[in-house]
């Protein structure tokens, strides 16, 4: 997900049990819950190109 989409700006900064609602175009709702939040690493970059993950401020 990137950052620079409305969802992905939406989860900067969030905290752990934190969460954000929104309604899809398709009229269908979503949540998503932060369950727990880590400071990435340089290992994490390789954990993220396998998962497709992009982290803020990075490039995929």
Not at 10 to 32: C, E, F, N, V
Request: glycine share 6%; hydrophobic share 40%; proline share 3%.
């Amino acid at each position: 997900m990137s950052a620079i989409t409305p969802i992905g700006t939406a989860l900067i900064r969030l905290s752990a049990t934190q969460s954000i609602s929104w309604t899809a175009r398709d009229g269908s709702r979503h949540k998503l819950e932060i369950v727990t939040v880590s400071r990435c690493t340089t290992s994490c970059a390789n954990l993220d190109r396998m998962s497709g993950v992009v982290q803020p401020g990075a490039t995929a």
